[in-house]
């Protein structure tokens, strides 16, 4: 299925996606808690008609501290202060099936999706820090294929939680006095390897059924995960031919679960530095540049690789013999190795192209520069949006508000006006599964 539009989501990290962004003049140490500064940037996204705004979240205090802020405001909490100051703009969420459980996340899920009158969406992942693992009473992360056994699981449940109530349970008969009818709100009776769960969810069901799914992760079991549940996967492609190559894949993989090609929208992630010409771009880049402590970019790198930090040289190529790590994100050693490898790049040029740790492209220069890319990857049919990161927040987000998605409305390939509906509408993402499987007396 071929997206006749763009669908824009926006990232919104801390202070902006730029590791040095808290650094910059317009940010303050705060941002990365303070709900008027997110409340600020969902609303400039709004009017530049995005269809989603997005929170990453990691359960514990990760990412060097020292030297950047890091995931702060839980975003079920966060988003619902948003959804009172919005209007339109699906709001994602992320929460991690590794250190939760599925009746807690369904009913969080429901409940934004209530107050926000079907604007939710859940970004599925599972969580490999060794920091979060040991916030919940264990000493390490569970294995990979452990991780995302739990994580199928997990959704099945929140799915079926989501869907124990028939749309017309709620009678509200004052007169009569029955108020619920009971024999449309039932128990969905879980038992598996992971979980016991008898329900029925303790509210109504949403607008939108259950959330919009959303995953991100480009290991094989990330690809099964979205394959078989997702309706947006986020996804890290440097080339164009990376994006065709990952199309492909996840092609493949819903195919296998009984799935059309194209039934989810890829977004790949795009971090934005923006300026009238293409100097000024780069002024702004080198400025935050500057602004980039070495050794936490060389931390990140560490990181992501897998590899303790006293294995890096700033001025030599990573070194050979990398492995993929069998229990760690195997997305994230991708992206930082593949970078590497192709421009034969050392340390420290790894950490500039990175932005100070950013594993998503950066693209730097003008904003028909910008749009130009975006048309020539969406016309492709390989990719159905992007994942927008921009640089310092929320000047970089206003700086792609108004100057490059009046040239994306232009080429006739982004909306004028929000459609009427939910979140799922306007994605054109199809019926919820509770309200498939209703329509097929499931």
């Known amino acids: 299925m071929r997206r006749e539009r763009l669908v824009l ?3 919104f990290i801390h202070s902006g996606t730029y590791s040095s962004a808290w650094r910059s003049p317009e940010a303050q140490p705060t941002d990365f808690f303070d ?3 997110y409340i600020r940037g969902a609303k400039i996204a709004e009017r530049g008609g995005f269809d989603s705004f997005f929170l990453a979240d990691v359960p514990a205090l990760i990412d060097q501290p020292n030297r950047r802020p890091s995931y702060a405001l839980e ?12 209007e339109n703009i699906g709001l994602i969420g992320t929460l991690s099936t590794s250190y939760n459980s599925p009746y807690n996340v369904a009913r969080r899920l429901a409940s934004l999706d209530h107050i926000s009158n079907g604007r939710c969406g859940w970004n599925i992942v599972t969580t490999s820090k060794s920091e979060a693992s040991r916030n919940f009473g264990l000493s390490v992360a569970a294995a ?16 079926a939680l989501c869907a124990s109530w028939e749309p017309d349970a709620l009678v509200g ?26 329900g029925p969810l303790n509210l109504p069901r949403s607008p939108q059924g259950h959330p919009v799914l959303v995953q991100a992760g480009g290991s094989k079991d990330g690809i099964e995960l979205a394959a078989r549940f997702a309706e947006v996967v986020y ?46 771009a780069r002024r702004r880049e080198d400025e935050l540049w500057s602004l980039v402590p070495l050794d936490y970019g060389l931390q990140r790198i560490a990181d992501q690789i897998g590899i303790p930090v006293s294995d890096l040289d700033l001025d030599k190529p990573l070194p050979d013999g990398l492995t993929l790590p069998v229990d760690g994100n195997q997305t994230f050693f991708n992206a930082a190795t593949q970078t590497a490898r192709r421009g034969n790049l050392t340390a420290r040029e ?47 987000l206003e700086d792609f508000v108004d100057e490059v998605v009046p040239l994306l409305q232009r080429k006739g390939i982004f909306r004028n006006a929000y459609e009427a509906g939910t979140f799922r509408d306007r994605l054109r993402a ?13």
Request: aromatic share 4%.
């Open 430 to 442: 199809g019926r919820a599964r509770c309200t498939a499987a209703a329509d097929q007396g499931a």
């Open 144 to 159: 990979h294929s452990e991780r995302y056994s739990r994580a199928h699981e997990f959704t099945e449940v929140v799915l």
């Open 235 to 280: 996804s890290v492609s440097h080339t164009l031919e990376d994006a065709l190559q990952f199309s492909a894949r996840v092609d493949e993989a819903l195919v296998r679960h009984g799935r059309q090609p194209g039934d989810v929208t890829i977004c790949p992630g795009l971090v934005t530095i923006l300026g009238s010409t293409e100097e000024e």
């Open 75 to 86: 975003p079920t909490i966060a988003l619902t202060a948003i959804a009172a100051a919005t």
């Open 35 to 37: 709900i008027k500064h």
């Open 173 to 198: 008969n004052k007169e009569t006095a029955d108020f619920v009818d009971l024999t449309k709100v039932l128990p969905i009776n879980h038992s598996g390897p992971h979980f016991t769960v008898d």
């Open 9 to 11: 989501n926006v990232h």
């Open 350 to 396: 790894l950490i500039r192209v990175q932005g100070g740790g950013t594993l998503s492209p950066i693209v730097i220069g003008t904003p028909e520069r910008l749009a130009d890319r975006m048309e020539e990857w969406f016309r492709t049919g390989a990719i159905g949006g992007f994942n927008v990161m921009p640089d310092v927040l929320p000047s970089g």
